[in-house]
C-alpha cells in the first residue's frame, strides 16, 4: 500500500510535498488546472512533483500509458524545453515542460498560454514540476474517437532521479578548516550532486542521503555542519561507494547498498530519520557533541567487505563491576523463515518479496515456523534485499546478547564498535560483541549492553574472521591498569539509470546509449605513400597524375585520405599494377616499386 501511495495523483491544498532519493516513480500533485479554447478544447495542468532540485524526470507516464517520447541519450527530459509527442497514442495531442526545482528556474510558457496561470508570476523556485497542455481534437468523427483521454483530468506519474545532494566523500578528513567550528557552511553554499562521474552516484549513496534529511533547513532537521561527526559520514560514504558482484556469475556489479527513497514531510523527523539510519543499516548516535553515523558491517573501519575486525576494547573481568548476564536465543527474535519487503522498479515500482530459509532448520526448531517479515523502503534491488534477509536470518540463529557494568576505561567505547569479552565463568574467550546501548550510571560506571557479532554474517564479507586488537598502553601510574582506546583509522579511499556528470568535462564522460547502427571500423593504417616512381614531378596534381603519366611525388597520406581512380584506362596496366576506385582503408600492393 505504502508503495502504490506514492504513485497516485493527488489534488488538494494541503497536500504535503515529497522528498526523492535515489531513482523513484511518484505521482503528480495537481496544483492548477484550467481549460482554454472552443468547446473547452485545450486543458492545462501543473503538477508538482517533489523537493528540488533534482537530476531530472527520467520517463512520464499518462493513465498507465508511456509518454513519447522518451528522455533521450541523456536520461532525462531537459529542464525548462517544450516538448510535444510525436509517437504512440498521444501523437500531437500533448505539449509540456518540466522543471528541476532550481531556485532561480523560469516561468513555464506552456503554462503561461492557460488564461489564469499568466496574470502572475509563477516560478515555483525549490520545487520540481511539469506543466502539461492537452489538447482535445474534435474536427472529425474520426478524431473524437481516436482521442487518447478517458475524460477527467490525466493521472500523471513521474520515474524521478531524486535530489542532488552534497557528496561527503569530496571532503578530505584531515581538512578540518574546511567546517571551522562555529562557521559551517550553509546548506544552501554546497555543491549537490546526483552524479559525480559514471562509477559514482552521491545522489544514491545512503550516507549523503541521510546527511542531507539531517543539514536541510527546509524539509529536513536543519542541522548545522559542526554538529556533525563529518569524518564518520565520509567512511560510511565509502564504504557504500564499494562495488560488490550480487549475482554468482559476476554479471550483476553495484554498490554494496544504495538508496532510493520518498520521503513523507507529514511524518515525523525522527520518524524519517530513523527511515534513513535504516536505509544505511547503521546506528546514530550523539557521541562528543555530534552526531556520527556507525554502520553494522563486518566491523572493519574501512572496508565493508573485510571480515578483519578493529577491536576497540578487550573487556575482561579486571573491567567489570558487579554481575554479569549473558542471554541466548529466543523465540521472539529467532527466525527460520525471513522476508523482506522492497520496491522493484522492473515490476512498475510495486512492493516486492524476497524470502530466505536454510534446509532443515525448521526441523530442528520442532517444525514450528518462526517467520520474521521486515520491510526496506528505500531497497530497489531484489539482490541487496535477499542480502539483507540472509544476514538477519543468520543474525537471529546465532547472536547471544550480553549486559555488564564496566568501570570508565570503557568511555571511550561508543555504540557500534566490537569489544571482545573474556570471562572464564560464563566460558567467554575472546568472543566479540558488538555494543549497543551505552548509559552513564550515577556512580560514574557504564552499563553496557552487546549483541555478539560474527563478521561473515553480514553481506559480501569474506575470508576468515581477524581480529586486531586494540592498542594498549603503559600502566597508569595509580592503578597500574593498562590503558586502552581506540584509535580512529581514517578513510583509505575506496544500475539503475543516471543522468550523464554535471560537469561532462571531467575524467569520466557522460554515459549515452548504444548506436542505432554497427560502429564503423577505424582504420587500420595510420599514412601510406602514393607511390615512389622515378617520373616526372607536378606539385599542382595532389593526386599525383597528369593525363595518363603516372606520377611518383613520393607523398605521404593519411590513413582517411580520399583516394580514387579517376582514370579507369590505367586500370590494368603491368607498370602500375591494379587500382580500386576507392582507397576504403585497404591497401593492395601490385609491385615491388609501390609502397
Avoid at 517544450?82 to 505539449?95: A, D, F, L, M, Q
Avoid at 552526531?291 to 576494547?313: C, H, Q, R, W
Avoid at 568472543?431 to 560514574?444: E, I, P, Q, S, W
Wanted: net charge negative.
Amino acid at each position: 500500500a505504502e508503495a502504490q501511495g506514492v504513485k497516485v495523483t493527488k489534488s488538494g491544498t494541503n497536500v504535503s510535498i515529497p522528498v526523492v532519493y535515489g531513482f523513484r516513480r511518484i505521482g503528480g500533485t495537481i496544483v492548477h488546472v484550467e481549460t482554454d479554447g472552443n468547446s473547452n478544447q485545450y486543458l492545462y495542468v501543473v503538477y508538482a512533483i517533489c523537493e528540488g532540485e533534482i537530476a531530472g524526470v527520467h520517463a512520464i507516464k499518462i493513465d498507465d500509458n508511456q509518454l513519447l517520447p522518451t528522455s533521450g541519450s541523456d536520461n532525462v527530459y531537459v529542464h525548462g524545453r517544450e516538448y510535444t509527442s510525436n509517437g504512440g497514442r498521444y501523437n500531437g495531442r500533448i505539449k509540456f515542460q518540466i522543471f528541476n526545482g532550481k531556485e532561480d528556474q523560469i516561468e513555464s510558457s506552456v503554462a503561461n498560454g492557460s488564461p489564469s496561470w499568466n496574470q502572475g508570476t509563477r516560478k515555483m523556485p525549490g520545487v520540481a514540476y511539469a506543466a502539461f497542455k492537452y489538447e482535445w481534437k474534435a474536427s472529425t468523427q474520426a478524431e473524437i474517437d481516436s482521442n487518447p483521454f478517458g475524460g477527467g483530468v490525466p493521472q500523471v506519474q513521474f520515474d524521478v532521479m531524486g535530489k542532488k545532494v552534497f557528496d561527503v566523500t569530496t571532503i578530505e578528513t584531515e581538512a578540518v578548516d574546511v567546517y571551522p567550528p562555529g562557521e559551517p557552511v550553509p546548506y544552501a553554499d554546497l555543491d549537490k550532486r546526483y552524479v559525480t562521474t559514471s562509477l559514482n552516484r552521491p545522489g544514491t549513496n545512503p550516507a549523503n542521503c541521510l546527511l542531507d534529511y539531517l543539514t536541510n533547513p527546509r524539509y529536513g532537521c536543519g542541522i548545522t555542519l559542526d554538529d556533525i561527526n563529518v569524518d564518520s559520514f565520509i567512511i560510511a560514504a565509502k564504504k557504500f561507494n564499494q562495488k560488490v558482484n550480487f549475482d554468482t556469475g559476476g554479471k550483476f556489479t553495484d554498490s554494496v547498498l544504495t538508496c532510493n527513497a520518498v520521503m513523507n514531510p507529514d511524518q515525523k523527523l525522527i520518524d524519517n530519520v530513523k527511515i534513513l539510519v535504516g536505509a544505511c543499516r547503521g546506528i546514530l548516535p550523539f557521541v562528543g557533541g555530534q552526531y556520527k553515523l556507525k554502520v553494522e558491517d563486518g566491523g572493519n573501519a574501512t572496508d565493508i567487505t573485510s571480515s578483519t575486525i578493529d577491536i576497540a576494547f578487550d573487556v575482561s573481568n579486571f573491567f567489570i563491576v558487579g554481575s554479569i548476564s549473558l542471554g541466548g536465543e529466543t523465540k521472539v527474535s529467532k527466525y527460520n523463515n525471513v522476508f523482506v519487503n522492497y520496491i522493484d522498479p522492473d515490476l512498475e515500482f510495486s512492493s516486492q518479496q524476497v524470502v530466505f530459509s536454510v534446509a532443515g532448520d525448521q526441523a530442528v526448531d520442532d517444525d514450528e515456523e518462526l517467520s520474521g517479515e521486515f520491510t526496506f523502503p528505500t531497497i530497489t534491488n531484489p539482490y541487496m534485499a535477499r542480502e539483507l534477509a540472509r544476514m538477519i536470518y543468520l543474525k537471529s540463529r546465532d547472536q547471544r546478547t550480553i549486559s555488564f557494568t564496566a568501570t570508565q576505561e570503557l568511555l571511550d567505547v561508543e555504540p557500534g564498535d566490537i569489544i571482545r569479552i573474556t570471562e572464564d565463568i560464563l566460558d567467554l574467550n575472546l568472543k566479540t560483541f558488538r555494543v549497543v546501548d551505552m548509559k552513564l550510571t550515577n556512580a560514574g560506571l557504564i552499563d553496557i549492553q552487546a549483541v555478539e557479532h560474527t563478521a561473515s554474517h553480514y553481506p559480501h564479507t569474506s575470508g576468515e574472521q581477524i581480529e586486531i586488537a586494540p592498542p594498549v598502553y603503559l600502566p597508569d601510574e595509580y592503578s597500574g591498569r593498562p590503558l586502552q582506546r581506540p584509535v580512529s583509522d581514517p578513510p583509505k579511499g575506496v544500475n539503475p539509470p543516471y543522468p550523464p556528470p554535471d560537469d561532462s568535462a571531467g575524467p569520466d564522460p557522460a554515459p549515452t546509449p548504444p548506436p542505432p547502427y554497427e560502429p564503423i571500423k577505424l582504420p587500420s593504417i595510420e599514412k601510406f605513400y602514393y607511390s615512389e616512381r622515378a617520373t616526372t614531378r607536378d606539385p599542382t596534381n595532389q593526386f599525383g597524375r597528369n593525363g595518363q603519366r603516372f606520377h611518383g611525388i613520393s607523398q605521404e597520406y593519411p590513413s582517411t585520405f580520399p583516394l580514387l581512380d579517376y582514370d579507369l584506362r590505367r586500370s590494368g596496366f603491368p607498370s602500375h599494377g591494379p587500382y580500386n576506385k576507392y582507397f576504403n582503408n585497404t591497401v593492395t600492393v601490385a609491385q615491388d616499386a609501390v609502397r
